[in-house]
Each structure stands twice: as C-alpha cells, then as structure tokens.
C-alpha cells in the first residue's frame, strides 16, 4: 500500500503540468470564419477569388492539399479589456497569418498534426494580439491554409477545431514552464540524489499550493521552484551548443508547391520568436528554400536577411538543396555548392564552410574530397544512428574519403534534429555523447522538423532555464559555425573513419521511382554535352546560354533533394517532376543542336557527297558504329573532339556475325542460351576463358516478393525462391555490325521486351530493356554468376570507385546486402574479370561470385501504384582481361552512357582546317569530367580526376587559344598560376584526386 501511494503521489506530481497548463488561457469569445475556398493556392491579393463559405469550428472545409484563405473577425469583449489577449485559432491544417500589407507574420499548426510528442507538441495555435487590449477593439486577421498537417496528412476530416478569443495568463504560463522543467529534470537525475530530493518536495508544494491558481497562489508556488531553477552548475566537463532549426523537406509527404508555403510559416514564425526572445539563435539550409521566399515573399526575405545580419540567422550548408547523396554524379554535387554557396555569398556576403545533410540516406567516400574542393570544412548529420544493424561507433570524428582527404564531422549525439530541447534531452546527450573524453561541446538541434514548423514558445522558455541548470550540463544558444571552431582545437585527439558512410537502412531507395533515376542519369550526361560544346560554340563565335543553364541546372537540383530523387516522396511529386524533366530535356537538346550547327559551320567539309560530323565528348579517342540514315558506319573520334565523315562510306558486309535463336556471335565473344531465353554461356574467344559459372544461368528475370515501403528491402527477400518471367517468343537476325536476339517475356500481368545485342569488335553484351511493368509489392531482378573467384567487387561511384566485400564475414558486411553504383560494378581476379554496365541503375547486390542488379520495384508507400508502366534502360555485360582497371571498364561505361552525337550536314562547306581534338590527356587514368564557362567570365572550367586509385603525371593538350592557365577549386576561385607550352599542359595527380583548371582564352580579359 505504501509503494501504491507513493507511486501514485510521483505520478501525481509529474502530471501536475498538465493541470497548469489547461489554466493559461481563458477564453472570453469565439471568432467569426469567413473561409475562400480553393483547389491551389492563391495569392493575398486574390484571396477572395475563392469559393466563400461561412464556417465554424466543427464544419468541414477541405480534402487532402485544399486551400483556403480564411478571414477571421470578431472584438474584444468588456472583460479583456486591460489583459493580455490572444487568438487560439486551429483549422486542422497549416495556415500562415499575413499584415494588411500581405506579408506572413506567423505560421500556424493544428495539434492534431502527427508528430512523434517525445520530440514535443507541433502545435502552434496562440496568434498573440494585444498584451493591453481595449474593450471592442476589432479583429481582422487573414491567414492562408492548406488542408494537411506537417507530414502531409488530412487531420480530422479537415474540420475547424478552434477560433477563440482568449486571455493569456502570463503568471501561469511561466509557472508551468517552470514546472515543466524541474519535473522532466527529475526523471533523468539519479533518484538517489540530494538533488532529486530537493526537488520532488518542491514540485510537491508547488502542486499543494495550487488549489484555485488565484494570483497569489501563483506567485508563491514559482518561488518554491525558483529555489530549485537557482541552483547552479559549478565547473561543468561539458557543454552542449543548441541552435534553432527546422528540418523542411522540400518535397516528401506533400508537393514543391506546399513547401513553398511551409517556408513563410516556419520563417515568419521564427522572426516573431525572434522579436520575444534575444538569445534565439536559427539556421536554415537549402538555398532553394531562401529563392522561394525571396521570389513568393519579398519583404519576409528582408527580415530574414537584417536577422542574418544581426548574427540571429545562420546559414547552414553549402548545398543547393539537403541532396542524396547516393544517385547524384560527382558534378552535381560540385553544383550543389557552387549555385549553394555563391547565392548565399551574393545574398548575405557569408561564405558557408559546412555541409548540412541530417537525413540523407548515406554517403559516399567522394564526398569529403568534394566538401574541400568547395570550400566546405565542417559535415553535420545524424542520419547514422538509425542503422539496422551497427551501432556507429563515433560523434565527433575525421571522415577520411576516398582520396585520403578529411573533414572534421559531427553526428548529433541526441540522434535527432527535432530536439525538444528538455532536460532528456541534454542527459541523452551527455550519456550518449561517445567523444565526452575528448571534447567539452556537442551539438543540439532543436524545433520541429521535417515538414517545418521549427521551435516554439516552449523550447525557448526551457532553454532559457536550462542555461546553467545544476542537474543537467549547461546549454548555451549559438551558431553551428561557433561549435566547430571549438571543437576543432581538439582535433589530434579524434577519431577517425575512412571511407563511406554506408546507411544500413533505405537501401531501397537505390531503386524506387526508376523513371526519376532515369530522367536524373539522362539529364546529367546531356549537360555534360551542352557545356561542352557550348564552350566551343562560343570561341566560334556562339553566345553561351549561361542563363539558361543556370536555371535548368539548378532546377535538376531541386529534384535531387533526399526525398525526390530516392523515391520516397507522394505520387504528385514525380507527375510534376516527370513533366518537368521531359520540357528541360527538350531545352538542352534544342540548345545543343544550336551549339553544334554552329561547330559544323567551321569544319571542312568539301569533297564529300553526303558529309556528316560525329562529335565525342568524353576526353579519350573512340572507334564505334553508328547507325545514320539505315546505313552503318564505323566512326573513329578524337578525344572531346570530332570527325568528318562521308555517309556514302558506309559499310555493309559483317561475315563475322552470327545470330540464331540460341546463339549470338562477333569477332570477340560467343554467347549460347537456353530454352527459357536464359544466358548459359558466354565465352571469350580472344582470351579463351567463360564467363557464366558452369551449370548456372545467368539474366534470368527474377521476381521477388517485395512488400517493404519506398524506403526499403526486405532482408532476407533472396532466400526465398523467386518467380520469372516466362520466355514467349525469340527473333534472331542481323543489323549491320550488330548481333541481336530479340526475345519477349511475360509475367502476371507484365511484358518485357529484350535485346540482347553484340556488336563487331565489341566485348560488350548489351541488353536493351523494354518493360511494361504493372505489379504490386514484387521486385524485378536480374543476375549474373560469374566464374570469377574474388572477395570484394567494385564500384563505381562519384569521381571514383570503392571496394566492397562480397562476402558476409562481420557484421558490417552482412547489412551491406543492398548496395550503391553509379555506371558499373565489377569483380576480378587476377587474370580476368567481368563488369556489369547500366545507363540509369544504382541497386546492386553482390553475393560470391554473383552479380545482381535492381531493376524495378512496386512498393505502395508513399507512392501508390509506383513505376508501373513503360520502362526503358539497359544493362551491359563486359567481360575483360585483367581488372577493371586493365580491362577500360570505366571507359566502356562512359561510352553506355554517352553515345556519339552525330550531326547531318545540308550542304558540304569549305573553311579554315579545326583541330579535330580540342582536349586530350595522354594518360588512361584521368578522366575530363566537365567542361564549361566559368560563372562570372568567358573563361573556361576543365575538371578532371584520377580513376584508378593511383598517382600520375599526365600532360592536358588544350588545342584552345591559351593564354593563362590556373589551378582552381570547385567553385572556381583561382589557388596558382600553371605554366605551359605549345598548348599542353603538366599535371601531377594523386588518387583518386579532383582537379579543376581554369584556362584563360586569348582575347580574354
């Protein structure tokens, strides 16, 4: 009875809050609605263009993602006269209050929205009106709302809960914040303690005293707490540095034009905390989010740029958007900072030194290199902490990439970015923090996060007592900038970590939303190909379309946002991005035509009877077959160069070839297959060894059940026997210099159409993908064993590739099950090897001697229906002599991905002799990655890398007119001047480095 009784008395005492808190406010009067209902939002301006409905709280005013403008009237009874009055307003949606002017001045949040409350309550329902209003004085208040909560859901039927008017009791609101803090404190302390004992009782009368919390009784209860609040920290081991923050997805459970909106909320909400409370330190990411408000928001953009000013608002990251990290190319990536970082330099005058990523799903070993090359030093995340399988062993630590280069991070200790900001809090901190024996600071991010929303009154009244709290370490409010500066002074002391930072979760975003991944793979190579030929379009002559890139690049950015290009974002997300990519598609390639009509123009064609050029934009010589006109011909092409040729060369006759319905033939290999279409044998002529493992079948198209989210595989899906797609009919012929069996399969109720292709002095296997895909939780698959005997493969990634083990020896191998590659994967010994090529996939398992790619899922969620309907792709099989490095695997994986372009020509001219290659290297392990205008001139970019893992000297050939050339970074800042002579270029490489030259053309200032 006695242990029944005090639990009782301690659950009493916590609850007590509660109490207090249902006391803060008096209503005195409700509100008249006036609602503009709309399917879209509209502006202030147009706000009464909508479908007018008078309301009340109960009435349904919307579905999922409507919109309205919502006109709230009324005045203030006699008995608010003299008091403090506030507006409780809760429509069960996101709503943002604008001025008579139209600005937004606060964002709105109905309690029903779901959020996880261990984290805090995401309602924000108090619109403060007066601290001493007058008897009648009129309400007039406009605010715009959207139908769903923070995580883009339809909250209680889209019916108004509240639209009061209310007196605040500002005596009971810092009584409860008071005894809110002091009662969660005693649930971390050690109940032991002679604090804890301190404590209780004073909760306790405080509790007592309250009877009719009249003002008196008010008043005596905070002075039993303040005893307690008072008491100090006396020489604390650690402290922990919080700034505000508000984790905005920029698409995930909702649409762009949503988040638009969730940015004047969470932003104008943040300007008005700002005002009440002067310790408040914010920061926000995404350059993206502040283009928005500055287009949508202009005088909001202006408050926020005097807080940064006044070094209230810090920018945080140097990204475009928070991007994946896993699809995007190493390119994308150096533009994700160079649009990022030179808008925040242009709007704000702060060069950004971090890379701010919390919730990307991984990342990859490239990344510190790319961080350094663009001016960035400090990486924060936590995204580690949600691993399946091992705990990540550090906090504050070096991430040491590919190229040896290292960054100094810090992974959030509290394993969250959506801090309450409470006494649990800052204890799981100082528990968890691992490098505590090193380091005297960690770092807190507190606010509600993920659909915005960020802090409220309540994580600043509890931080504001939690400043030197004895009981708890102490927390002061300052910019992330300002924690790295002090935790760098320790940096011989940390540990280190060398590689990528694998995410043992969410690996099914390597193929979820195929089409996205596609479109992103296509558009990435097209503008490699713009901005090349564009550079030398413009020494002819041609004005660089620099706007217009700018604004398709940026946009291209967008999408790579971690919720967008990974899959995990709501169906209206990539109808509109589909859309979007299809139009900016058809603008770089309109733009390319331009830009190679004018090259044509300036190379000698005469004497030919039907003249075409073929142009090659990668940096090494090509010899391929294409096809113009029905008529084939062989192509040999200067490095990032061109070649004339003369259509009535083609050729016709390859006797080598052979194409049977279970045979395939060339110069180089001998490919046989079964009845069901499976590939059983392929066999290398040339160096006489096979490649399928003896008695296994290989491209066998491979369903498993898949009944995971967007998000993820389940483990374990292999061991399970798979279904196939069953072969329907096979046509075998000949196309020039190709080999083709065509063969067509069916599944339930799903189609595949496959080209399996070999072409005259290739040893790549191409098959070309034609699928109408339309099931439900299944995964498409394909395999490859592989008669090879190795225990890592490789894989290529952003400026580079990684080792990854396909064996499961430890348990870190073991949660590696589903992995990453950009354009192959390969696995090796020491004579031989075969690589698996791709033109838009990034799932890969690699299990022994088995090479197995992703090819397309059905998950149900967020999506519905996800990727069924047509899918086009191909996957290459390229077996070689040697690894992959003796073997050109890179190169033939460039070349998948980046097909000659060739351009017919009207009418033979004759000009002054081009030279037919404009860049070169003479070395097969540095690879030219881009070329393209300098931002800010006509000066031109040449980025580079090694990609073998190995250091070199290479001589760059520029047939340019050269007139100075620098060493630059990423965002194109000169580092040192570089000599040379007769147009070449020395250069030293270590592995795996990037290296950007910027060269200064004759005539250029």
Known sequence: MIINYLEERLNNILSFKDAINSQIYTTIGHLEIEAYLSKEPLSYQDRTKGEKRKLRPGDKWGDLFDCSWFHFTGSIPPQGSGKHIVLLIDVNGEACVFDESGNPIRGLTNGSSVFERKDGSPCKKVLQFNESAKSGEIINIWADAGCNDLFGKLSEDGRIAQADIAICNDNIRSLYYDYWTLSELSLVIDKDSARYAKIMPALYNAMQTLQSFTDEEVEIARKILAVELDRKNSDPCLAISAVGNAHIDLAWLWPIRETIRKAARTFSTTIDLMDNYPDYKFGASQAQLYLWVKKHYPVLYKRIKEKIKQRRWELHGGMWVEADANVPCGESF????????????????????????????????????????????????????????????????????????????????????????????????????????????????????????????????????????????????????????????????????????????????????????????????KLHDLEFLSCIANIYGLNYPQKQIDEIWQEVLLYQFHDILPGSSINRVYDESTERYEIMLDEVTQMTETALESICQNIDTSGMKEPAIIFNTLSWNRSEWLKIDNRWFKAEV???????????????????????????????????????????SVRDKVNNFECIKQGKKAN???????????????????????????????????????????????????????????????????????????????????????????????????????????????????????????????????????????????????????????????????????????????????????????????????ELNAPLLAKKISQPKQTAASPSSFLSIDSEAVIIETVKKTQDSNDIIIRTYENTGAGCYVILKANLPLKKVWLSDGMENKIQNIDFENNEIALSFRPWEIKTIKIVLQGNK
């Open 334 to 525: 150096i533009r994700q900072f160079l649009y990022g970082k030179r808008f925040f330099k242009d709007e704000f005058g702060i060069d950004v030194k971090s890379l701010w990523l919390p919730d990307t799903f991984g990342y990859p070993a490239a990344l510190p290199q790319i961080m350094k090359t663009c001016g960035a030093d400090y990486f924060v995340t936590q995204k580690l902490s949600w691993n399946s399988v091992n705990k990540f062993p550090h906090h504050t630590f070096y991430w040491h990439g590919i190229d040896s280069t290292a960054v100094l991070t810090h992974m959030l200790p509290e394993e969250t970015y959506n801090s309450h900001a409470g006494p649990r809090a800052i204890s799981k901190i100082e528990k968890k923090y691992a490098q505590k024996d090193i380091s005297d600071r960690a770092l807190l991010l507190f606010g509600i996060g993920n659909g915005g929303g960020g802090p409220d009154e309540a994580h600043l009244e509890q931080l504001e007592r939690l400043k030197n709290l004895n009981g708890v370490v102490p927390v002061e409010q300052e910019f992330s900038s300002k924690f790295f500066k002090r935790i760098d002074k320790d940096n011989i002391n940390y540990p280190r970590w060398q590689g990528e930072l694998y995410l043992e979760k969410h690996q099914g975003t390597l193929t979820t939303q195929a089409r996205n991944k596609k479109y992103n793979r296509l558009i990435e190579k």
């Open 638 to 680: 200067d490095s990032m160069g061109f070649a004339a040729v003369d259509l009535t060369d083609a050729l016709h006759t390859f006797p080598e070839l052979k194409a049977q319905k279970q045979l395939l033939e060339n110069d180089k290999l001998r490919l046989q297959f079964a009845d069901d279409g499976s590939l059983i």
């Open 700 to 894: 066998v198209l491979k369903v498993y059940t898949d009944k995971a989210d967007a998000w993820e595989i389940p483990y374990g899906y292999w061991e399970l026997p798979p279904e196939t797609f069953k072969l329907q009919n096979v046509n075998a012929y000949l196309d020039g210099p190709r080999a083709v069996i065509e063969q067509t399969y069916n599944y339930n109720l799903s189609t595949i159409m496959q080209q399996v292709v070999l072409t005259t002095g290739s040893s790549r296997i191409d098959f070309i993908t034609e699928a109408d895909w339309n099931e439900t939780h299944k995964m498409l698959r394909t395999d490859f064993p592989i008669d090879i005997f190795t225990d890592y493969a490789t894989c290529d990634i952003q400026f580079g590739s990684v080792r990854r083990p396909t064996h499961t020896n430890t348990s870190w191998d073991k949660a590696k099950y589903e992995i990453c590659a950009h354009k192959f994967i390969d696995i090796s010994q020491t004579d031989r090897g075969v690589s698996l090529l791709n033109d838009c996939k990034y799932g890969f398992r690699v299990a022994d001697n088995i090479l197995d790619i992703n090819l397309l899922r059905s998950s149900q969620m967020p999506g519905v229906g996800i990727d069924r309907g047509k899918h086009q792709f191909t996957y290459s099989l390229y077996p070689h002599t040697g690894n992959h490095i003796d073997g050109n695997t890179a190169r033939r994986a460039y």
